[in-house]
Nanobody
Framework: QVQLVESGGGLVQAGGSLRLSCAGS????????MGWFRQAPGKDREFVAA????????LYADSVKGRFTISRDNGKNLVYLQMNSLKPEDTAVYYC???????????????????WGVGTQVTVSS
């Protein structure tokens, strides 16, 4: 069982930066693929980024590639999402998630993730 708690959301102007953190519990945290998703009002929850346990494998949605960076610290059970050059369209609730699908292609569908945090709001003003 893994419990996830996000933090770091807030209000920022377009062009600004935020760093989200996700604190995980459980001795097996380091073995999971960790991902970030987001959900804007009236839209489906969409994939943002994912990272393997070793940190040598990462995957990004095209919409955030080059602006967002996912990283993890297995020793501290933490996952980060550094968000730069933020745009109003990045406004959403951001969710941290953990996947047991550690082999094969990097999971990017929400159905492939087994544990979820409650989310943190990110609002980007124009």
């Amino acid at each position: 069982q893994v419990q996830l708690v996000e933090s770091g959301g807030g209000l920022v102007q377009a062009g600004g930066s935020l760093r989200l953190s996700c604190a995980g519990s459980g001795r097996t945290f380091s073995t999971y693929v960790m991902g970030w998703f987001r959900q804007a009002p009236g839209k489906d929850r969409e994939f943002v980024a994912a990272i393997r346990w070793s940190s040598f494998g990462t995957l990004y949605a095209d919409s955030v590639k080059g602006r967002f960076t996912i990283s993890r610290d297995n020793g501290k059970n933490l996952v980060y999402l550094q968000m730069n050059s933020l745009k109003p369209e990045d406004t959403a609730v951001y969710y941290c998630a953990a996947s047991k699908s550690t082999y094969g292609a990097m999971p990017r569908d929400r159905s492939e993730y087994d544990y979820w945090g409650v989310g943190t709001q990110v609002t980007v003003s124009s």
